[in-house]
Structure formats: C-alpha cells, structure tokens
C-alpha cells in the first residue's frame, strides 16, 4: 500500500462501459481507499473529475466550510451574500461519496458523467494527480496538456527547489 507521502501518478487508457462504469488501475486505488474508505468523486473542471480519499477530503472540507460559517456567525460575509449561495450552490453539486466496487470498478452517477462529458463506451484517461485521481474525457486532457506542458519545468522547480 502506498504511503500518505508517495505522489500517485501514471496515466492509463480505460473505456467507459455500458453501465456508466470505468476500471480503474489498483495502483491508483490503494492510496484512495485506505482502511477500507469510500472515496469522494468531485467535479474538478469541465471533462474532469476528480476521486479522493474520503477522510482526506472530509477534513479539509469541514474545516473550510467551519471557517465560513464562524465568519457568517460574526457578520463579516453580510455584503458578500452572493457568493455565500454561490458557495453553497457549488458544495451541493460539487462532489459526492463514491464506492470502488470490485475489481477497481467505478460506477459515474449521474450528472458527474455529463458533467465529464462520456458516453456509454467512450475513452477515457485515468491520470494520477499527485495527491488524487483524476478521470478525463480525453479531448479535455489533450487541452490541459498543451496548455500545461510548457510550464513543466518552472512548476517543478518551484515546488521541488
């Protein structure tokens, strides 16, 4: 099993069944599911989503919506309404707990798969994101890459320097 400090990476073809459900690579799997966890699925931008570790993202999570809600409680977001609902429009749709089924299976609810933008029987991409993985239609990931590749090696000497 993989380390709380080991990055997950890698990037694997899959197809999207006809059920909605894509298998995802074991390797990728471990970090996610430690002790036996469901796993959180996210929509993370228009032909991705994201799966994380439910714990993980349930801790950061509350502690983000704790700070919102101490600072409602104290009247400092009364001129910013708007992006409180706006705020809570996005946390009712944004992610949902998920179950890897056997065999690495993941079922894609409804509205995360329009979301990500899949047909029955479609490619897709299973990209380790370092501290999650990610599910891309492939379209989606080719625009990230062109946009992302030449700034590859700034961003690594930045995190890694």
């Not at 002790?35 to 983000?64: F, M, V, Y």
């Not at 993941?106 to 029987?121: A, C, D, M, N």
Request: aromatic fraction near 6%; include cysteine; glycine fraction near 8%.
């Amino acid at each position: 099993m993989a380390k709380d400090t080991e990055l997950i990476v890698g990037e694997f073809h899959r197809l999207i069944d006809d059920r909605f459900r894509i298998s995802l690579p074991q390797e990728l799997i471990e970090p996610l599911t430690a002790n036996g966890q469901d796993c959180i699925l996210a929509k993370e931008r228009p032909g991705c989503l994201s799966l994380w570790n439910q714990s993980k993202w349930q801790t950061k999570l509350d502690a983000g919506v704790d700070l919102v809600v101490s600072k409602i409680r104290a009247g400092k977001l009364e001129d910013r309404v708007g992006e409180v609902q706006s705020l809570g429009r996005l946390l009712s749709t944004r992610h949902r707990a998920v179950k890897i089924a056997a065999r690495g299976r993941l079922l894609i609810p409804e509205g995360f798969r329009e979301f990500l933008g899949v047909e029955q029987g479609s490619e897709s991409l299973v990209v380790g994101a370092a501290i999650c993985v990610e599910i891309w239609r492939p379209d989606a990931w080719v625009a990230y890459l062109e946009e992302s590749i030449p700034q590859f090696r700034d961003l690594f000497e930045r995190l890694s320097g």
